[in-house]
């Protein structure tokens, strides 16, 4: 859950889940003249849809930190409590493998990566991995994709997207899409400077793929106001791409207990945050 000040008197607060599915609206519209659609086209979209799906699990029934607040994701697996993160990171990943395996394989490089500063590529992250629990995933989930892989190399319709080198590209579009998501959700209104942490406008320099054969390149988001931003290379099929979420709106106090929060949460009035993403 990503917690925003709202104003003086209102926390704004939105789900990893609704987060996750504007991830997935960046990956269905990626692919123009310039940037390769993303392939498995299908199975990218649902990954980067679902990629944060396993939040949901605590989501309908949020806890509160130990000043009574309710708790940011960055940071989460230490504050919500390192079982309780695994945990459902691992239901995430399993319920998007049986519906896409391909997806699943994507899902799973995700949740290691957001343990190990994104498999490397993400130096500002922390690096949780000498966690004996945290290894024990990581080990769990290394042996989860060899599994899936070797029965997506048997299929037919994966043999051309299952390679090391494609597998890796489309782990590095995860991840822009996880940080543009991130930026796009982590601040309100859109030119807001109040948060201090979290992805920096060139998304914190995750190489970006732009099409087989070519380098990659780096994006740099310009927020001009309250609601537009400029992007640059222009990476949708759209100009401008607009995305909304949803977000609640709760009381900015420390909470007595965790059933007076959630009288506020479950109460919470509801409205819907639009920005829009421009080529120039």
């Not at 917690?3 to 889940?17: E, R, S």
């Not at 290691?112 to 130096?123: I, Y």
């Not at 042996?143 to 070797?150: E, H, I, T, V, Y």
């Not at 890796?168 to 209104?189: G, H």
Request: glycine share 6%; with cysteine; net charge negative.
């Amino acid at each position: 859950m990503m917690v925003c000040p709202y104003n003086n008197d209102y926390l704004l607060l939105i789900l990893q889940t609704d987060h996750s599915r504007i991830a997935g609206l960046l990956a269905a519209h990626w692919g123009n003249e310039v940037f390769s659609s993303p392939r498995p086209y299908a199975s990218i979209v649902l990954a980067a849809q679902e990629h944060d799906g396993g939040w949901w699990d605590w989501e309908v029934r949020p806890t509160l930190n130990e000043q009574g607040y309710p708790p940011d994701y960055i940071g989460s697996i230490r504050h919500l409590g390192r079982t309780v993160w695994l945990d459902f990171y691992r239901n995430g990943i399993a319920r998007v493998a049986e519906r896409d395996p391909y997806a699943g394989y994507c899902v799973s490089m995700h949740g290691e990566g957001l343990l190990t500063q994104g498999l490397g590529l993400l130096s500002y992250m922390p690096d949780y991995s000498g966690m004996p629990e945290v290894r024990s995933f990581i080990r769990e989930q290394q042996d989860f994709r060899s599994a899936l892989l070797k029965d997506l190399r048997q299929r037919e319709e994966y043999r051309e997207v299952t390679s090391d080198e494609h597998l890796w590209t489309n782990f590095k579009l995860m991840e822009v899409f996880d940080q543009m998501a991130q930026l796009i959700c982590n601040r309100y209104p859109f030119n807001s400077t109040e948060r201090k942490n979290g992805p920096t406008n060139r998304l914190s320099n995750v190489p970006v793929p732009v099409r087989p054969g070519q380098e990659d390149t780096t994006l740099t988001v310009d927020i001009l106001d309250e609601e537009r931003a400029i992007v640059r290379s222009y990476p949708f099929d759209v100009d401008p791409l607009v995305v909304s979420f949803p977000a609640r709106l709760v009381p900015n106090r420390p909470y007595k207990s965790q059933e007076s929060f959630l009288a506020s949460f479950y109460r919470a009035e509801r409205i819907t945050i639009t920005y829009s993403m421009h080529a120039r």
